[in-house]
């Protein structure tokens, strides 16, 4: 059995609120989307299907295949219909498998335990049919599989996607309060960014959301920064075909971006943390680098689908609140005189500081920083602009 032949439901995550970018991206790359439960979307086809997924979505955390489902109403139940797969024609005896478990049942009070009784079955199947267990344990780098139990029904999952979608690799120095890759790739997609424009961000921090729009402006595949995923470490994985895959998206790639992107942060050590991110990514000649206060920030002339994008401290993880207020009304200032016929974006967990900017939002999109309720906030920067009271 080559599992890579077979159709199946490939259930893709996200981040809680990112479900309407992440169907763009699916659709746009001709796949069905499915609502499928709080931060995940259904579509279907092959792990060929999850490789192009994995190569090509931003906003996405997992892409996961779905192997088997089925009622258990127990630890045992459970072990005997993982023990059913066919798991010596999909996980090498002489490789290693990590499991993971969700649970949300009365058959069983530990996700750990659940997961456990799915690796016994795994392992002593192998072992049955070809004389030696596979290595086990939390690395996600080589094969990963999933364990999703809810009330009397279980799914098995083959995880193709390994450390998650926004681990891109680029994120060599982290500097204070990062944003994730695929949070930042959502930001830029809700404020409506495409390549077209110039792209400018102060307080880059760093370097996320720059790096993440010259990925966008260039073409590039996030995929492609990434040497492993966990679907290469399943039996039948035919790596000539990814690399068909990966050079029909180099094949893509932009030589450079239509307009200038622009990174600047008053902190010397976040624009070297920018540059170095930057530079592991490829991007680092396509993005303008500077150092200083936010309001000093050249802002190119502006050409259609150009953004600026500010990414503010808001309180809860970096700045004491009172500090931030005049920043936020400095913010609006900036915005109002230097970017007109810009959109302008601001991402903030802190909406009672986000009134100091004193604009009219065009737009107010939530999403999440980790377990923090955020908006992006959009303004349409006309040059009759003016501030609200």
């Known amino acids: 059995m080559n599992l890579f032949d077979n159709e199946s439901s490939i259930l893709v995550t996200c ?5 309407p970018f992440l169907t763009r991206e699916m659709e746009n790359l001709g796949y069905d989307a499915t609502p499928a439960g709080p931060a995940a979307m259904e579509t279907s086809g092959t792990l060929y299907d999850c490789m192009l997924l994995n190569l090509h979505l931003r906003t996405a955390h997992r892409v996961l295949y779905v192997l088997k489902r089925f009622e258990a109403d127990s630890p045992d139940a459970l072990y005997r219909q993982v023990s059913g797969i ?3 024609d999909i996980i090498d005896s002489d490789g290693y498998v990590s499991v993971v478990a969700s649970t949300r049942t009365e058959a069983v009070r530990d996700a750990r335990f659940a997961g456990l009784r799915v690796k016994d079955a795994i392992v002593d199947r192998i072992a049955a049919k070809k004389g030696r267990r596979p290595n086990s344990g939390p690395d996600r780098s080589k094969s990963v599989v999933s364990l999703h139990w809810q009330d009397s029904t279980a799914t098995i999952y083959i995880d193709t996607t390994g450390e998650p ?3 891109r690799g680029y994120r060599k120095l982290p500097h204070l309060a990062p944003m994730r890759e695929t949070l930042a790739a959502a930001a830029i997609m809700g404020a409506g960014f495409d390549g077209s424009g110039h792209f400018v961000n102060p307080m880059c921090g760093s370097g996320t959301l720059a790096i993440e729009a010259a990925l966008v402006a260039t073409n590039t595949a996030p995929g492609l920064l990434r040497d492993n995923f966990a679907f290469m470490h399943i039996i039948g994985h035919d790596r000539a075909q990814w690399e068909s895959m990966r050079k029909d998206a180099l094949s893509r790639v932009r030589k450079a971006p239509s307009g200038t992107i622009i990174a600047t942060d008053i902190d010397p050590r976040a624009v070297d943390a920018a ?21 000093a920030t050249q802002v190119p002339a502006p050409i259609p689908g150009s953004l600026v994008i500010m990414n503010p401290e808001y309180g809860q993880r970096l700045g004491n609140e009172a500090d931030l207020a005049a920043d936020y009304t400095a913010i609006g200032d900036f915005l109002k005189t230097n ?17 100091r900017i004193g604009l009219r939002t065009s737009a107010r999109i939530p999403l999440y920083n980790g377990r923090i309720e955020c908006r992006l906030l959009l303004f349409e920067l006309y040059s009759g602009t003016r501030r609200t009271d």
């Open 15 to 19: 981040a809680k609120a990112v479900e």
């Open 86 to 88: 066919a798991w010596e």
């Open 165 to 167: 979608l926004s681990m």
């Open 275 to 295: 540059r170095k991110n930057a530079t592991a990514a490829g991007m680092d000649r396509h993005i303008l680098f500077d150092v200083c206060d936010f309001r």
């Open 339 to 355: 970017c007109k016929e810009y959109t302008g974006a601001v991402f903030t967990g802190n909406l009672a500081l986000a009134k």
